[in-house]
């Protein structure tokens, strides 16, 4: 063969963050409880998932997550009077059958509430079931090997260019704090909700600063059956060093992982101890050229599924409307807004959020009486969001902040965060063999040759200068088939008699 026939094959090392295992499931959640005797029906409860009871636990085969539903229910007597009780905490776990996944995967897990039904049953309790939604990621990250580009001989590469950001360092830090709040005597605290707010971030030479809000809100039960809202918030800011200067693009996520509530001695206020985890990705960003097909040669193939951040942003809305009271309110007690995303979609430099505003305003009538108004109203929001495009999927939430009711109108002002993730899928070429052509085989053989460990179909090809696709002929496998140690493989090998000149 002319040095010009020359096969020649050009290879990118980068460092990535693939999804290796990827699963959802829903799961029912069912919890009764003792309702007085004089309730005539049941309002929706409110129920929470607090984020800080959620735990992932990885074993054998298995990914199981667990978590615990809490909350309060409404009732209305035969006066139209409303008791609040304290539903019980419900722990809930998923299961998920998975693959032999490799050390130093990262797990991630998010849940919802799906759906809510309520009914009365026999001996006055009150049966709830919630619908939890339970989405999985198996993430690792590693060095990955493709082929960019290939030249000479009779190959014909089919190619393609994908978006990548390459890893360069993780990071992580751990932070405490507290949160105080005031609490009327004889008030129990009965559910407790989390989130971030105003979180913000930015990268310079290789150091990440990074600030936000912690929002919390409590939901305590009155000696006399009433329910009240407690909410507060709390500044913290963040400084995590890469100590590699190249680095000025992240990304940062930030959860609870301790969330301790007490109850101050004197009884007149509750303290809120948190315990914050941040975790940084430090990345560079590049558009990569990659060979995704190959014919005239045997290669070797690879999904890859990849998760790029396209960016985030942070919102606030108000919703606002009428309160059709059925009589006349002598004054509000409580205000509970609670706001379900129904829809998030991907436009061209827009998000469209799509959600469900439910509202219960506890308030006296003229009578003296505690009655409730239940109002829902649908809503739909576009935020512009540079780097959007139709086809990335959509993380989001809402939080509904302190709401307020007078004059017959409702106003509930709305933070809410959107997070753009473009989920890539692709199928590329690892690596290349050539069997040489100089060789002419004759007086062929066949030899039984047994898998070890590590074996692959493209290594024992190449190490026997034969392909992949005879293999398969003779062994009866496809290319999804995957080698086992001990399993048998008939080998065509040919003694070399002569070269071609």
């Not at 919890?31 to 409110?46: E, F, G, H, M, N």
């Not at 969001?385 to 509930?412: H, I, K, M, N, Q």
């Not at 933070?415 to 692709?426: D, G, N, Q």
């Amino acid at each position: 063969m002319s040095s010009k026939d020359q096969v020649k094959v050009s290879r990118r090392r980068v460092y990535l963050e693939t999804v290796v295992f990827s699963a959802e499931q829903e799961v029912t959640v069912p919890a009764s409880i003792k309702v007085p005797d004089s309730a005539q029906y049941l309002l929706q409860p409110v129920l929470m998932l607090p984020k800080d009871k959620l735990s992932i636990f990885q074993g054998p085969g298995k990914i199981r997550v667990q978590g615990q539903l809490e909350g309060i229910l409404s009732c209305v007597d035969s006066d139209e009077q409303v008791h609040t009780l304290a539903v019980p905490a419900q722990e809930f776990m998923a299961a998920f059958t998975v693959p032999v996944l490799s050390p130093g995967v990262r797990l991630e897990a998010d849940v919802r509430i799906d759906g809510i039904e309520v009914d009365q049953g026999e001996g006055n309790v009150a049966n709830i079931t919630a619908y939890i939604f339970i989405n999985l990621w198996a993430l690792q990250s590693q060095e990955i090997e493709m082929v960019s580009a290939v030249s000479g001989g009779d190959l014909l590469a089919g190619t393609g260019i994908v978006r990548m950001q390459q890893i360069i360092k993780e990071i992580g830090a751990e932070k405490t704090m507290t949160l105080r709040l005031p609490l009327e005597r004889e008030m129990v605290p009965s559910g407790t909700e989390l989130c971030f707010g105003n979180l913000g971030w930015q990268v310079e030479e290789g150091r990440l600063r990074a600030s936000g809000l912690v929002l919390a809100k409590v939901y305590c039960l009155t000696g006399d059956g009433g329910v009240k809202l407690v909410s507060g918030s709390q500044d913290f800011d963040l400084e995590l060093d890469f100590e590699a200067s190249e680095i000025n693009e992240s990304s940062l996520a930030c959860s609870f992982i301790k969330a301790d509530l007490n109850v101050v001695s004197d009884g007149g206020a509750l303290e809120l101890e948190l315990g914050l985890k941040a975790t940084a990705t430090g990345y560079r960003e590049q558009m990569t050229e990659y060979v995704s097909s190959l014919t005239g040669a045997d290669s070797q193939q690879r999904t890859i599924q990849l998760r790029n951040r396209i960016g985030e942003g942070e919102f606030k809305v108000t919703l606002d409307g009428n309160c059709p009271f059925a009589s006349l309110p002598q004054s509000i007690d409580t205000v509970l807004p609670k706001v379900r995303v129904i829809e998030s979609q991907a436009l061209e430099g827009k998000i469209l959020v799509r959600g469900l505003l439910t509202l219960n305003v506890y308030y006296t009538d003229e009578s003296g009486l505690r009655r409730v108004l239940v109002q829902e109203e649908e809503f739909s929001q576009f935020f512009d969001l540079e780097g959007s495009a139709r086809g990335y999927s959509v993380e989001s939430w809402a939080w509904p902040e302190d709401a307020e009711c007078a004059e017959g109108r409702y106003t509930v002002p709305v933070l809410m965060r959107v997070e753009v993730i473009e989920e890539v899928e692709f199928r590329a070429v690892t690596d290349v063999h050539v069997v040489d052509p100089t060789q002419v085989p004759v007086n062929a053989s066949v030899i039984l040759y047994m898998v070890k460990k590590g074996d692959s179909l493209f290594s024992v090809a190449r190490n026997f200068n034969t392909t992949q696709e005879l293999l398969w002929d003779y062994n009866g496998l496809s290319e999804q088939d995957c080698l086992q140690p001990g399993q048998k493989l008939l080998i065509p090998v040919y003694q070399t008699r002569f070269k071609v000149q």
